[in-house]
Each structure stands twice: as structure tokens, then as C-alpha cells.
Nanobody, 123 residues
Framework: QVQLVESGGGLVQAGGSLRLSCAAS????????MGWFRQAPGKERELVAA???????YYADSVKGRFTISRDNAKNTLYLQTIRLKPEDTAVYYC?????????????????WGQGTQVTISS
């Protein structure tokens, strides 16, 4: 069982930046595939970025060049560094984990989810 707790969300102006964190419980974090998803009001949940246990990464086209996913296995923590934020980035951001360590891009491939952190970008 893995518990995930996101933090770092907030209200920022367009063009600003945020660093989201996801603290994971358990001793096998390094073996897990991890992902960041987001869901805006009235929209479906979408994958933002993913990282495998080996460090391979995937980004949605809408965030390429602006978001960076990373992990610190010593701290059991997943990060999402965001820059040049846009109003359309406004959403609740969730981290997710799967014991399948390879790169995963579908939400239904993840087994554990955090409670989410709100990111609001003002224009």
C-alpha cells in the first residue's frame, strides 16, 4: 500500500511558476512508476507528465518545455516544476503511483492516487 500526499499548489499570475511535490509512503518508492495528472472543472482528467522507475519521462504536448517531472528516491518524493504558467493550466493536480515500474501514460494503469492540490493561474 502506498499513500501519496501532494503539496505546493496555489494561486499565481500567468507567467509564474510553482513546484508541486508528492510525498510517498513505503520503502519501495524507487521501483514505482509515477505520474502527474490534472483535472479542470468540467473536463476529463488528463496526464501531464510521467516518469518511470528508471527515470524515463513523458510529457503532454501542452506542457512540453514548461513542466519538468523528477523524483528523489532518497526522499520518497515526486516533483513537478512548472514555469510560464497559463490560465489553462488551472486544475486540481494529482500524483499517482504504480508498482509497474515502466513508463505509464494511462490513468487506469495507476493504482494509487493522492488527494490533489489546487493550482489556479490568474490572467
Amino acid at each position: 500500500q502506498v499513500q501519496l500526499v501532494e503539496s505546493g499548489g496555489g494561486l499565481v499570475q500567468a507567467g509564474g511558476s510553482l513546484r508541486l511535490s508528492c510525498a510517498a509512503s513505503g520503502r519501495t518508492f524507487s521501483r514505482y512508476a509515477m505520474g502527474w495528472f490534472r483535472q479542470a472543472p468540467g473536463k476529463e482528467r488528463e496526464l501531464v507528465a510521467a516518469i518511470s522507475s528508471g527515470g524515463d519521462t513523458y510529457y503532454a504536448d501542452s506542457v512540453k518545455g514548461r513542466f519538468t517531472i523528477s523524483r528523489d528516491n532518497a526522499k520518497n518524493t515526486l516533483y513537478l516544476q512548472t514555469i510560464r504558467l497559463k490560465p489553462e493550466d488551472t486544475a486540481v493536480y494529482y500524483c499517482a503511483a504504480s508498482p509497474r515500474g515502466w513508463l505509464l501514460v494511462a490513468g487506469n494503469e495507476y493504482d494509487y492516487w493522492g488527494q490533489g492540490t489546487q493550482v489556479t493561474i490568474s490572467s
